[in-house]
T-cell receptor
């Protein structure tokens, strides 16, 4: 069965650069969630989208923005990168018509800021 | 590889009765375990975690979880269920080595019946 796809899997950037992470949900899933997990930390919810509209917002810095496109894939844009942004970013998708809105998680993108 | 199992697809409980949501895990080394709750179309919210110490961990909203090393379990409990507790509950384990990636279970839907 198809799973959530994230690209790239690994990304290395320098301070003050920008980065774009992509998430491709499971086909027919209409909701995407973004999470950030810093080294040795618990995952933190960043933001979510349902039918291309922001549905919930967590601890997402103002330097970050995200959107969901017509094909339901989502992109997380990160500007003015800081060392503290180094983390594993993973997204999840769910379907409002699916099993209790269960979230399926992608493998994550490991971002390293030098 | 680490894994989490939530054997129950759904748990139904009458309001005011005690509830238990089951979770078992597999991880090399010492586990770092936690529970998250998801309300419809919302991001995951942290409930509680276990690192070390007392096997009974108390968390948000009156929830608690019992760590049992011999049974490799971390069941979520609450003495008296509320209708507002109805949601999807995720158990997760974090590997304490390497990058400490989190692995989530598939979730259990809790339905509290008035």
């Amino acid at each position: 069965a198809a799973g959530v796809i994230q690209s790239p899997r690994h990304l290395i950037k320098e301070k003050r650069e920008t980065a774009t992470l992509k998430c491709y949900p499971i086909p027919r899933h209409d909701t995407v969630y973004w999470y950030q997990q810093g080294p040795g930390q618990d995952p933190q919810f960043l933001i979510s989208f349902y039918e291309k509209m922001q549905s919930d917002k967590g601890s997402i810095p103002d330097r970050f923005s995200a959107q969901q496109f017509s094909d339901y894939h989502s992109e997380l844009n990160m500007s003015s990168l800081e060392l503290g942004d180094s983390a594993l970013y993973f997204c999840a998708s769910s379907s409002t018509g699916g099993r209790y809105n269960e979230q399926f998680f992608g493998p994550g993108t490991r971002l390293t800021v030098l | 590889a680490q894994s989490v199992a939530q054997p129950e697809d759904q748990v139904n409980v009458a309001e005011g009765n005690p509830l238990t949501v089951k979770c078992t895990y597999s991880v090399s080394g010492n586990p770092y375990l936690f529970w998250y709750v998801q309300y419809p179309n919302r991001g995951l919210q942290f409930l509680l975690k276990y690192i070390t110490g007392d096997n009974l961990v108390k968390g948000s909203y009156g929830f608690e979880a019992e760590f049992n090393k011999s049974q490799t379990s971390f069941h979520l409990k609450k003495p008296s269920a509320l209708v507002s507790d109805s949601a999807l509950y995720f158990c997760a384990v974090r590997d304490m080595t390497g990058y400490q990636k989190v692995t989530f279970g598939i979730g259990t839907k809790l339905q509290v019946i008035p």
